[in-house]
């Protein structure tokens, strides 16, 4: 052997024993300086290491800073909220990573994760022998405890920062176990760009949990924490995947995947998933966490100050329907473009499910982004005025507490209440008055008149404690001030609220309180992890928590009465009059609908239900400026149809249940006078209406049979049979014989003919008017309670016309003003000069009842 070769095993000894004590103290000297120059920085690692305190993210016992996701009823994701850092963030518990994530991670980034001690010195040793060689750097030789420490404490990339980065990794490793630091790395350090944790990456670039991953995509997001940017596949999947074969590759070499495993995933694409599109139902996300739609939403307070349980949710699953939002968030924007020529400049639209009273679809504005159009406004739950929507309530009350049916006659003639603010005197949409109508008729075509008369019948304050009975608590004032006006929507309701009462309706009188979330996942701090040996070994725990208990129905509406409402809402015949045919309430299959416009044409609704879903449509502007003569069915309506239609798709439409026979019977009916049809009655109904009801119907007392002289049209009396015919005419109270005079109703005729002899029995007067034994006049106007006001800058006369209803047969009537008789003829009006003081009328007449007395003032 060569002199200097380096001497082996035994020779070495020889070779030092013909060294020189000197050379020898030398040699020994170089091997300690070697020595200590080896073990002293580990030492002073080690050093820095037991000073290093454990970053208080890695000890903490409470929720983790997280995003909140969102799903539809279906579990498939709406939107997701970033946590206060911006990023996307969901926690994830190393037992639910599955193991393909884990694996790819190991071959990616620490092969030997499982022996080392934080710091990887065969890693380093490489990274610095590749650097020396390649004069660039090959390959890193951070563990994955040091990227852990790295994120958990950012230090600059210098020698010093390197050091720290060290020894707060030993210091993690010396305090918790290897599945406890890969599961804080798993869901600590970035994924993507904005992206905090595979979960959070996985669920955004894939749409599926971590565990449902393809080896494919496991290596794929396993090679994003080298560079989250670089990698982001959304930028284009090359680089992507190009790296993650290379992980796939040590995979295979590292035996942690099969070479047929590795193959298939080789060939397998990157395939993103979709980019989230539609709203994400942006208003009911920002109701749901404000906790702003009240009992029955699953936003209960765990006590006095308490947050709601879902302001730390790391996920809160909805009880809309994704398909269903996203086809009525279209549908409210068409609305809008298509009515913006008349002013109109929002729509809002709410869906809810009747057995449940869960929200379908919750649109709060067609754009919230819509600057002008004040889109970030939330229209289902604005204060607006419902119209006419309240009718079907002031109705059913009626017939709860005063015995009114569907076949109640009610008068639509002019009319005047007194309020606190002077009289009142309703009108009806079209402009008309139409006499005596059936309740059915009056609620169907929607005449104002005779709901506001029947409001006055109940009284304000009754009106009101049902409508608040029905969840309508915005109408907090006192019922005065509302008045009889409140049956016309003289009051600001939610559209939820609205929608809601209207599905009580569908319940047959059952009050449930809405609900916009089905169950939430509470955060909660990462799980301790299981003592098994291997880091990557599979496991599932966790569940989601209900959002509240299952709500019983209270019983709000009788049910009977609830469905005779039904029935008219859905009687498409019976608003032939106003609506016309093919209007937007008429669908393919059975809708009870109902619309109402606000005055001013500020606000209009369109609310209606099958047996399973209720819709609520709004439409008008949220700065309260008036549309260009949109009414409720011009303006909501369509949108109401479109909707519904929508939801059929969701929930297919069947009939209504058929009316209990037990409490329900379908019966005859005079159709004018709603009473039990006798001969003298031309046109008969049906009619649905309470058993008790329909036991106690009168025989018809609206139509007569008259012998009438042929020969000039008047009352026959005596005439002998051959110059008589028999006609049947109509017969009103006082409240309606001045609407039937005008209205060229057929009205029996008052005189006798002179060809006849006197007519025997009327009050023994030949030629006498007839009139009927309960006959009676009544004051007309003014109101009683009225109060007037003289406005001194007008110099000329001012005056009231006092009127009186009279009915059929009664040619003069006495206007007894403050006691002084003033005689009145046909049409039973006076003008009367205004006098100051308190002031008492009363009608009289011969051959009827005299009126009651009413009291007025002027001032």
């Given at each position: 052997?060569?002199a200097?070769s ?5 020779r070495a000894?020889r ?11 030398i ?5 300690q300086?070697?020595?200590?120059l ?10 820095l ?10 000890g903490?016992?409470?929720?983790h800073?997280?995003?909140?996701v969102?799903?539809?009823r279906?579990g498939t994701v ?6 206060g ?6 926690w994830l518990?190393l037992?639910?990573a599955g193991d393909?994530i884990q694996?790819?991670?190991l ?8 022996r080392?001690p ?5 890693a380093?040793?490489?990274a ?6 390649e004069?660039?750097?090959?390959s890193?030789?951070?563990t994955i ?12 990339r ?9 020894a707060?990794?030993?210091r993690?490793e010396a305090?918790l176990s290897?599945?406890?630091i ?7 350090v ?11 990456a996985?669920r ?8 449902d991953l393809s080896?494919a995509?496991?290596?794929?997001l396993?090679?994003?924490?080298r ?5 982001d596949?959304r ?7 190009r ?14 995947a099969?070479?047929a495993e590795v ?7 990157i395939?993103?998933?979709?980019k989230?599109?539609?709203?994400g139902a942006?208003h009911l996300?920002?109701?749901v966490?404000g906790g702003?739609?009240?009992p029955g939403a699953g936003l209960?307070?765990?006590?006095p ?5 879902l302001?730390r ?6 009880t809309?329907d ?9 549908l409210a924007?068409q609305?809008v473009?298509g009515?913006s ?5 929002a729509a809002?639209?709410v ?11 919750y649109?709060g504005?067609?754009?919230?982004d819509?600057?002008a159009?004040?889109?970030h406004?939330?229209g289902?739950?604005a204060?607006?005025q419902?119209?006419s929507?309240?009718?079907p309530?002031?109705?059913?009350l009626?017939?709860?507490?005063l ?7 009610l ?5 005047s209440?007194?309020?606190?603010d ?8 079209d402009g008309?008055f139409?006499g005596?109508?059936r309740l ?5 075509n929607?005449?104002?008149?005779p ?6 019948a109940?009284?304000?304050e009754r009106?009101i404690a ?6 309508l ?13 409140v049956?016309l ?6 559209l939820v609220?609205l929608a809601?009462?209207?599905a009580t309706?569908?319940r047959?009188?059952?009050y ?6 089905r ?7 990462p799980?301790?992890s299981s003592?098994?040996?291997?880091p ?5 725990s966790g ?6 208990p ?8 009788d049910?009977?009465?609830a469905?005779?409402?039904v029935?008219?809402?859905a009687?498409?015949?019976a608003?032939l009059?106003?609506?016309g045919e093919g209007n937007a309430?008429d ?6 609908a ?14 209606g239900?099958t047996p ?8 008008g502007?949220?700065?309260g400026?008036?549309?260009g003569?949109v ?12 909707a519904m239609l929508a939801?059929?798709?969701?929930r297919?439409p ?7 026979p037990?409490?329900l019977a379908?019966?005859?009916?005079c159709a ?9 009655c031309p ?6 209406l309470?058993?008790g009801?329909?036991a106690?119907l009168?025989p ?11 020969r000039?049209g008047l ?7 051959a110059?008589v ?8 109270d006082?409240e309606l ?10 009205l029996?005729?008052e005189a006798?003919?002179p ?8 009050d023994?007067?030949p ?5 009927g034994?309960?006959a009676?006049v009544?004051?007309a106007?003014?109101p009683?309670g009225a ?6 800058s007008?110099?000329?006369?001012q005056?009231i016309?006092?009127r009186a209803?009279?009915?059929p ?5 006495r206007?007894?003003?403050?006691g002084?008789?003033?005689?009145v ?9 205004l ?5 008492r ?8 009842a005299?009126?009651e ?7």
């Open positions: 052997m060569n200097h380096p001497p082996g095993p035994g000894a070779w030092l024993a013909r060294l020189g004590p000197r050379a020898r103290r040699l020994r000297r170089a091997a300086i070697a020595l200590a080896a073990v002293a920085p580990w030492l002073l690692l080690a050093a290491a037991a000073l290093t305190p454990l970053p208080p993210e890695l903490a016992t409470e929720d800073a997280v995003s909140t969102l799903l539809d279906h709406l939107r997701e909220l970033r946590a850092d911006g990023a996307r963030a969901r518990p037992s639910e393909r694996r790819a991670l071959a990616a980034e620490d092969k030997r994760f499982a080392h934080g710091v990887d010195p065969i380093i040793a490489r610095i022998g590749q650097l020396a060689a004069r660039r750097v090959v890193g030789g951070s405890t040091q990227q852990l420490a790295r994120t958990l404490v950012p230090r600059p210098t020698a010093r920062g390197k050091l720290g980065e060290a707060l990794a030993l993690i305090s290897k599945r406890e890969l599961e804080q790395y798993l869901n600590r970035a994924f993507g760009p904005g992206l905090r944790g595979v979960e959070a996985s955004f670039y894939f749409d599926k949990p971590t565990r080896l995509e496991a290596a794929a396993a090679s994003m924490p560079g989250p940017a670089l990698y596949p930028r284009g999947t090359g680089p992507l995947e790296r993650r074969n290379r992980v796939l590759d040590r995979m295979l070499a590292a035996g942690l099969g070479e193959a298939r995933a080789r060939a397998e694409p395939a993103l998933a979709p989230g599109g539609g709203l942006p996300v920002r109701a966490l702003t739609l009240g209960h307070a765990e006590g100050g308490a947050a709601s349980p302001v949710a790391t996920s809160i699953t909805l809309i994704r398909g269903l939002q996203r086809e009525i968030e279209v924007q609305t473009r009515l020529e008349r002013d109109v400049g809002a639209v869906v809810i499910e009747n057995a449940t009273g869960e929200i379908l679809a649109v504005s067609h754009d919230i819509d600057a159009g004040l889109g406004n939330d289902v739950l204060l607006r419902p119209g929507a309240l009718k309530f002031v109705y059913e009626a017939m709860e507490q015995g009114f049916t569907a076949a109640t006659v008068p639509d003639v002019e009319l209440f007194p309020t606190a002077g009289n009142y005197a309703p009108r009806n949409y008309r139409h005596p109508v059915r008729d009056a609620l169907a929607s005449y104002n008149v709901a506001v008369w029947a409001a006055a109940l009284g304000p009106v049902r409508l608040r009975e029905l969840g608590r915005s109408l907090d004032r006192e019922p005065s001030r509302y008045g009889v006006a049956a929507g003289d009051g600001e309701v939610r609220d809601n009462a209207y309706l569908a047959g009188g059952l449930l309180p809405v609900r916009a979330v169950s939430f996942a509470p955060s909660s701090p799980s301790p003592q098994a040996a291997s990557v070994s599979p496991a599932r569940s989601d928590a209900p959002a509240e299952p709500e019983r129905g209270a019983r709000v509406l049910a009977a009465r469905r005779v409402i029935d008219i809402l009687d498409d015949r608003r009059a106003s609506f309430l669908l393919p299959f059975p809708v009870a109902k619309t109402g416009t606000s005055k001013g044409f500020r606000d209009n609704v369109a609310v239900f399973d879903v209720t819709v609520a449509v709004w439409v502007n949220f700065d400026s008036p549309m003569g009414s409720g069915i011009t303006g909501a309506g369509p949108l109401f149809r479109d939801a059929a798709r969701v297919p069947r009939p209504f249940d058929p009316p209990d037990e409490q379908e019966v005859e009916v004018l006078s709603g009473m039990r049809p006798t001969a003298a046109h008969r109904r049906h009619e649905l309470p058993r009801d329909a106690a009168s018809c007392d609206m139509h007569e049979a008259v012998r009438i002289d042929r000039n009352r026959a009396g005596a005439c002998l049979d110059a015919e028999e006609r049947v005419f109509e017969r009103y006082a014989t001045a609407w039937a005079r005008a209205a060229g109703r057929p029996a005729p006798a003919s060809l006849c002899g006197a007519l025997a029995g009327l023994g007067a030629g006498a008017p007839p009139t034994a309960g009676r009544r004051v106007y003014p009683d109060r007037f006001v003289l406005d001194p007008i110099n000329s006369l005056a016309r006092l209803d009279v009915p047969g009664v040619p003069r009537v206007f007894v003003l403050d002084r008789p003033i005689e003829g046909s049409p039973f009006a006076l003008d009367w000069p006098v100051a003081g308190a002031h009328l009363r009608i009289d007449a011969d051959g009827a005299a009126s007395e009413i009291a007025f003032s002027v001032e």
